[in-house]
Protein backbone atom coordinates (compact mmCIF):
# COMPACT_ATOMS: atom_id res chain seq x y z
CA UNK A 1 0.00 0.00 0.00
CA UNK A 2 0.92 3.17 -0.45
CA UNK A 3 -0.57 6.89 1.16
CA UNK A 4 0.39 10.30 -0.38
CA UNK A 5 0.63 13.37 1.86
CA UNK A 6 0.69 16.73 -0.01
CA UNK A 7 2.05 19.75 1.64
CA UNK A 8 3.37 23.46 0.84
CA UNK A 9 0.32 25.18 -0.13
CA UNK A 10 -0.42 28.64 1.14
CA UNK A 11 -1.10 32.15 0.78
CA UNK A 12 0.39 33.92 -2.00
CA UNK A 13 0.20 37.01 -3.77
CA UNK A 14 -0.30 37.05 -7.69
CA UNK A 15 2.79 36.33 -9.60
CA UNK A 16 3.85 34.97 -6.60
CA UNK A 17 5.41 31.66 -6.25
CA UNK A 18 5.03 27.81 -4.25
CA UNK A 19 6.62 24.46 -3.90
CA UNK A 20 4.29 21.55 -3.34
CA UNK A 21 5.48 18.34 -2.32
CA UNK A 22 3.66 15.23 -2.29
CA UNK A 23 5.19 12.54 0.11
CA UNK A 24 5.20 8.84 -0.47
CA UNK A 25 4.89 5.88 2.05
CA UNK A 26 4.86 3.38 -0.10
CA UNK A 27 7.57 1.43 -2.06
CA UNK A 28 5.68 1.22 -4.92
CA UNK A 29 6.14 5.16 -5.98
CA UNK A 30 8.84 4.87 -8.10
CA UNK A 31 7.33 2.68 -11.01
CA UNK A 32 4.34 4.92 -10.94
CA UNK A 33 3.11 7.98 -13.01
CA UNK A 34 1.90 10.76 -10.75
CA UNK A 35 -0.37 13.55 -11.15
CA UNK A 36 -1.16 16.94 -9.68
CA UNK A 37 -4.92 17.83 -9.94
CA UNK A 38 -6.61 20.43 -8.29
CA UNK A 39 -10.22 21.38 -7.54
CA UNK A 40 -11.66 24.82 -7.01
CA UNK A 41 -14.84 25.09 -5.10
CA UNK A 42 -17.93 23.95 -7.32
CA UNK A 43 -15.70 22.78 -9.81
CA UNK A 44 -14.55 19.11 -11.11
CA UNK A 45 -11.23 17.65 -10.42
CA UNK A 46 -8.85 18.48 -13.23
CA UNK A 47 -5.44 17.28 -13.60
CA UNK A 48 -2.60 20.15 -14.09
CA UNK A 49 0.56 18.16 -14.08
CA UNK A 50 1.81 14.50 -14.45
CA UNK A 51 5.21 12.71 -15.05
CA UNK A 52 5.85 9.45 -15.82
CA UNK A 53 8.61 7.11 -13.77
CA UNK A 54 11.53 8.02 -16.55
CA UNK A 55 10.73 11.23 -15.95
CA UNK A 56 9.00 12.70 -19.13
CA UNK A 57 6.04 15.18 -18.22
CA UNK A 58 3.31 16.56 -19.33
CA UNK A 59 0.83 19.76 -18.49
CA UNK A 60 -2.59 21.42 -19.30
CA UNK A 61 -2.05 24.22 -21.14
CA UNK A 62 -2.86 26.28 -18.02
CA UNK A 63 -0.40 25.92 -16.22
CA UNK A 64 2.35 25.60 -19.11
CA UNK A 65 5.46 27.50 -18.49
CA UNK A 66 4.58 28.70 -15.22
CA UNK A 67 4.35 25.19 -13.45
CA UNK A 68 7.42 22.16 -13.21
CA UNK A 69 6.67 18.73 -11.81
CA UNK A 70 9.47 17.17 -10.88
CA UNK A 71 10.13 13.87 -8.80
CA UNK A 72 12.65 12.43 -6.19
CA UNK A 73 11.97 8.67 -6.25
CA UNK A 74 14.49 8.07 -3.34
CA UNK A 75 12.82 10.56 -1.53
CA UNK A 76 9.12 8.82 -2.70
CA UNK A 77 7.81 12.66 -3.57
CA UNK A 78 6.78 14.21 -6.18
CA UNK A 79 7.11 17.97 -6.54
CA UNK A 80 5.11 20.92 -8.16
CA UNK A 81 7.08 24.32 -8.37
CA UNK A 82 4.27 27.10 -8.78
CA UNK A 83 5.65 30.24 -10.55
CA UNK A 84 4.00 33.31 -11.80
CA UNK A 85 0.76 32.36 -9.94
CA UNK A 86 -2.76 33.47 -10.84
CA UNK A 87 -5.99 34.61 -8.94
CA UNK A 88 -7.54 30.93 -11.38
CA UNK A 89 -4.43 28.53 -9.94
CA UNK A 90 -6.71 29.36 -6.51
CA UNK A 91 -7.85 25.62 -6.09
CA UNK A 92 -7.41 22.50 -3.63
CA UNK A 93 -4.41 20.76 -5.02
CA UNK A 94 -4.14 16.77 -5.10
CA UNK A 95 -1.52 14.07 -6.01
CA UNK A 96 -2.10 10.71 -6.90
CA UNK A 97 -1.54 8.13 -9.49
CA UNK A 98 -2.73 8.44 -13.18
CA UNK A 99 -3.19 6.21 -16.11
CA UNK A 100 -3.78 3.66 -13.44
CA UNK A 101 -6.46 3.21 -10.39
CA UNK A 102 -6.12 6.02 -8.05
CA UNK A 103 -5.36 5.82 -4.88
CA UNK A 104 -8.12 7.15 -1.99
CA UNK A 105 -7.67 11.32 -2.05
CA UNK A 106 -6.09 12.63 0.13
CA UNK A 107 -7.18 16.24 1.99
CA UNK A 108 -4.66 17.97 -0.34
CA UNK A 109 -3.02 21.42 0.01
CA UNK A 110 -5.16 24.61 -0.26
CA UNK A 111 -3.13 27.09 -2.86
CA UNK A 112 -5.32 30.47 -2.40
CA UNK A 113 -3.54 33.45 -5.26
CA UNK A 114 -5.09 36.71 -4.18
CA UNK A 115 -4.13 40.14 -2.85
Known amino acids: QVQLVESGGGLVQPGGSLRLSCAASGSIFSINTMGWYRQAPAKQRELVAV???????NYADSVKGRFTISRDNAQSTVYLQMNSLKPEDTAVYYC?????????WGQGTQVTVSS
Open 51 to 57: IASGGST
Open 96 to 104: NFFGRALLS
